[in-house]
T-cell receptor
Framework: DTAVSQTPKYLVTQMGNDKSIKCEQN?????MYWYKQDSKKFLKIMFS???????INETVPNRFSPKSPDKAHLNLHINSLELGDSAVYFC?????????????FGSGTRLTVV | SQQGEEDPQALSIQEGENATMNCSYK?????LQWYRQNSGRGLVHLIL?????REKHSGRLRVTLDTSKKSSSLLITASRAADTASYFC?????????????FGQGTELSVKP
């Protein structure tokens, strides 16, 4: 199936831990994104990579570090997790430029920090 | 920064009725997109309308765009219980690096059988 797949789907961890979320797309898109959705369902972009190059880095704590080993993968590593990091994190992909069409989203990773 | 404001925040209708959701935005856009999110799932792209288009149809969906008023509406005709979901508008701008989309707060639609 062509899709954006992210793992894990659920992640429960203690404050102070370090965790990673992985994302892969097999759609041949050249741009990948990480979005954070808070408890009020507000979606905010965190990062964007185009062909492995970081092109968007919103005001995100530097505890969050994205890594793109190739244009089909974009992982998110979070250091020293805090309670406020609890949210649903979505990976998405598209062709560069929103004029190219819509985004394809993964099913999300629900992160709970306790 | 938040771009889209959606109205209403929640909408409850009976099956078979039409549902209309509105979206307003602040800056110049290249296109506007609508997404659906079922509970506990990712967002699904529904339709894209470009800034030089005024109306677009896709199945039971009709989207309008008024760039002079910086607003868009999504109409779902003959709604079904399966249409129950959150609906988000998102704006794309040529000035945005990498074509990032900025999402509105969403409208929660409930269609009762």
């Amino acid at each position: 199936d062509t899709a954006v797949s992210q793992t894990p789907k659920y992640l429960v961890t203690q404050m102070g831990n370090d965790k990673s979320i992985k994302c892969e797309q097999n759609l041949g898109h050249d741009t990948m994104y990480w979005y954070k959705q808070d408890s009020k369902k507000f979606l905010k972009i965190m990062f964007s990579y185009n062909n492995k190059e970081l092109i968007i880095n919103e005001t995100v704590p530097n505890r969050f570090s994205p890594k793109s080993p190739d244009k089909a993968h974009l992982n998110l590593h979070i250091n020293s997790l805090e309670l406020g990091d609890s949210a649903v994190y979505f990976c998405a992909s598209s062709h560069r430029g929103t004029g190219g069409g819509g985004y394809t989203f993964g099913s999300g990773t629900r992160l709970t920090v306790v | 920064s938040q771009q889209g404001e959606e109205d209403p925040q929640a909408l409850s209708i009976q099956e078979g009725e039409n549902a209309t959701m509105n979206c307003s935005y602040k800056t110049s856009i290249n296109n506007l997109q609508w997404y659906r999110q079922n509970s506990g799932r990712g967002l699904v792209h529904l339709i894209l309308i470009r800034s030089n288009e005024r109306e677009k149809h896709s199945g039971r969906l009709r989207v309008t765009l008024d760039t002079s008023k910086k607003s868009s509406s999504l109409l779902i005709t003959a709604s079904r219980a399966a249409d129950t979901a959150s609906y988000f508008c998102a704006t794309g701008s040529l000035t945005n690096q990498g074509g990032k989309l900025i999402f509105g707060q969403g409208t929660e639609l409930s269609v009762k059988p």
